[in-house]
Structure formats: structure tokens, C-alpha cells
């Protein structure tokens, strides 16, 4: 009976063991390319069967990916990345994306919808960020919002080192809503909530501070930032406050640029939970139709292509 007990035990193992391979083993999509691609690091001409962690590497052209559920994406020539079900791990070079979303350098990028949105990796652990069309959105590995771009934008972002502190630096004009003081960032668009550094409703500040852990933030606010030095940078005209209201009403997107063009401001670079974010460039529709290569996005929507 014993005996009996082991064979019955073995022959279960090997059955989960095989449900278990055959799981791992599904199919996740296609590649396809008119050149030669490697997966795994094993070259193959034309499609290839894509599975759940499978790396994908271009060459001189370009491969684009179409996952089961819909989604789509495509890796320009030169590119390296790991592929999921859900999302692709960027290692090297530009990727482009549908209904999609990616990871690079510790970055997650969201689209929303049927967004479609191009993440370059760059020299220097630069990541640029482009909306294509639809709106995006970037967290840090801690889940944080660091970065929202509107239809239209793109973002050269740049991870603080593993280990380092996390300040963020921001500027824009400060509303008030329910009792709660609120910013978007002009470069950003990420939306906080200050707490400290005695800044008032109605004025443009640039500010220093640390996101409060675990605070909940007023909406639409997506972290609570405990100010620790502000400048008072003049005041913000009727047109931009209610700009700056509506951005952050609509979570950081086009009336906070509004709101940055009203009263003259060049927006530059902002620091947002240790992820430093500096303007790029603007994606015109002319780019967002035209070619796809391994040059940086923003060299793309600069050369019109």
C-alpha cells in the first residue's frame, strides 16, 4: 500500500509538472520583420512565435509584435527588450506602443486606451518618454506618478541612483481645493499636494520637498510633498490660476502647459520623487504617422519625419 502511495504520488507530480510547462509554454503573440530577428539570442528570419519572457533583439530593421489580446508594439532596429503579456522590459534601443505599457530603468509607462506612445533609452540612464496620441503616464518603482504627458509631448527622464534620496523640485502656480493646496508642475504635470513652506493659493512658487509615505492626497492630487523650501516666483494672472485649476483637475494634462504659456515660463527640468524630468520636444502629427527608426524620438518629431 505504501508502495502504492508513492507510484500515485509520483504519477500527480509529473501531471502538475506538465500543466505547469504547458502554461509556461503558451504562445503570447507574434514578431515579425522583414529582416532577421533574435529570440533568445537565437537568429530567425521573418515571424517567431513570442512567449511569456521571451527576449526579442532587432537588427537593421525594425519587428513589430502583435500580442493575442489586441495589443501591439514595435522595437526599432537596433533595440533589445523582454516581452510579457502585459507589458515589454525595455533593455536597449526605442520601442513604440499600442494598448501596451513598458518598463525602462526602473520607469513604468502607461498609455491609456488606445494611446500610442514611443520610449527611447538614451545614453546616461536617460529615458525619453513620448505621447503619440492619448495620454501617459510614468511611475517610478515605488508606484509614484513622476511624470504625465499630454497628446503631443515627450519627456527626457532620468532615475536618481538606486539607494539616493528622493527630493523632488517642482514649480507652477499654487490653487487651492476643499481646504488643500495643490501644484502642478510645469514640466512634469504631475499633480501634488504641499504641505509646509508657507505658500499661498494664487502664487507661483518653485518648491523643495520629500513625498510624505503613505499619505493620502487630496484629489486630484496623486502624492502628499512636505515642503521644505519655497521661492515665491510673482504672482499668477486670472488666466493661468484657472488653468492651473484645470490641470489639476484633469490630472496634470494640457491646461497645466496652458497655464505655463499664460505667464511666460520656459519650461525646463523638475525633479519629482527623485525622477528628474526635463522637456524634450513636441510630437507633431506629421511624426507621429511618419517613420520609425533607433533615433531618438525627439530627433525624429526635430527632423519631421
Known amino acids: 500500500m505504501i508502495r502504492f502511495s508513492q507510484k500515485v504520488v509520483l504519477v500527480a507530480s509529473l501531471i502538475a509538472a506538465a500543466s505547469l510547462l504547458g502554461a509556461a509554454t503558451q504562445s503570447i503573440g507574434v514578431a515579425m520583420s522583414d529582416g532577421s530577428i533574435l529570440i533568445n539570442d537565437a537568429k530567425t528570419a521573418g515571424n517567431a ?20 489580446d489586441g495589443a501591439q508594439f514595435s522595437l526599432a532596429s537596433e533595440s533589445r527588450a523582454k516581452i510579457f503579456a502585459d507589458h515589454v522590459d525595455m533593455e536597449k534601443g526605442t520601442a513604440r506602443f499600442t494598448g501596451f505599457s513598458a518598463t525602462a530603468n526602473g520607469l513604468s509607462i502607461r498609455a491609456d486606451g488606445a494611446t500610442t506612445a514611443s520610449v527611447s533609452m538614451l545614453a546616461d540612464k536617460n529615458i525619453e518618454v513620448a505621447a503619440l496620441t492619448g ?40 490653487s487651492s481645493s476643499s481646504g488643500a493646496l495643490l501644484l502642478t508642475d510645469e514640466t512634469s504635470k504631475v499633480t501634488v499636494q504641499l504641505r509646509g513652506g508657507n505658500v499661498k493659493a494664487g502664487r507661483r512658487v518653485q518648491i523643495t520637498g520629500t513625498t510624505v509615505a503613505n499619505a493620502t492626497a487630496a484629489k486630484p492630487a496623486t502624492q502628499v510633498i512636505n515642503v521644505t523650501t519655497a521661492k515665491d516666483l510673482g504672482g499668477c494672472n486670472a488666466a493661468a490660476a ?41 510630437v507633431g502629427g506629421a511624426a507621429a504617422a511618419g517613420s520609425f527608426s533607433s533615433t531618438s524620438t525627439s530627433q525624429q518629431l526635430s527632423a519631421g519625419h
Open 49 to 68: 512565435t513570442i512567449f511569456a519572457g521571451s527576449t526579442l533583439q532587432t537588427q537593421k530593421g525594425m519587428s513589430q509584435v502583435r500580442m493575442k
Open 242 to 282: 484657472g488653468a492651473a485649476a484645470g490641470g489639476a483637475a484633469a490630472g496634470g494634462a494640457a491646461a497645466g502647459a496652458a497655464a505655463a504659456g499664460a505667464v511666460g515660463i520656459s519650461t525646463t527640468a523638475a525633479v519629482v520623487a527623485g525622477v528628474a524630468a526635463a522637456t524634450a520636444a513636441g
Open 135 to 174: 495620454n501617459v503616464h510614468v511611475f517610478n518603482a515605488a508606484g509614484i506618478n513622476v511624470a504625465n504627458l499630454a497628446p503631443g509631448r515627450a519627456l527626457n527622464l532620468r532615475p536618481q541612483d538606486a539607494g539616493a534620496a528622493a527630493p523632488s523640485q517642482m514649480a507652477g502656480c499654487v
